[in-house]
């Protein structure tokens, strides 16, 4: 018999960002987003940087993860994030100045010694937020690939 809800933790080094029972979770793997739904056979990912999504009742909710792992077992989905923040937690106009600094930063030349990486992961994750917040906001999935 398949389960009816999925408990979903969401956690960091630092805090307990959610612990819910809903009825499916879409978390950003490395090379695309996931669909879980209850009955889910178990699997291991690697996360990459986007919007996680979840339904808790009828209502769609939002959380930025950067990065981590995430189980997935047939009634419970825990994300181990090195970072994560809920929709209602972000600071839009300042992860929009954190998206268009590095995107200033991309369109310039730099120096040498440019680590192009983090100036990238910066981007993937300022947009991440921002996709969690529009999301949270329009209703709609929303999210941004590493």
Known sequence: MLPEALQLEVVTLERSVVHASVSEVQVP?????????????????????????????????????????????????????????????????????????????LASHGDPDTNWDEILRDLASAEARLAAAAGATAKAPAGVEA
Request: hydrophobic share 45%; aromatic share 4%; proline share 5%.
């Open 29 to 105: 793997g490395l090379n695309g987003y996931l669909g879980i739904l209850p009955g889910h056979t178990p699997l291991l990912t690697e996360l990459g940087i986007g919007a996680l999504s979840y339904k808790d009742g009828g209502e769609t909710l939002f959380i930025a993860v950067i990065g981590g792992l995430a189980e997935v077992l047939p009634d419970r989905v825990i994300v181990l994030a090195d970072a994560a923040e809920r929709a209602d937690e972000i600071d839009v106009p300042r992860a929009q100045a954190d998206a268009d600094g590095a995107r200033k930063l």
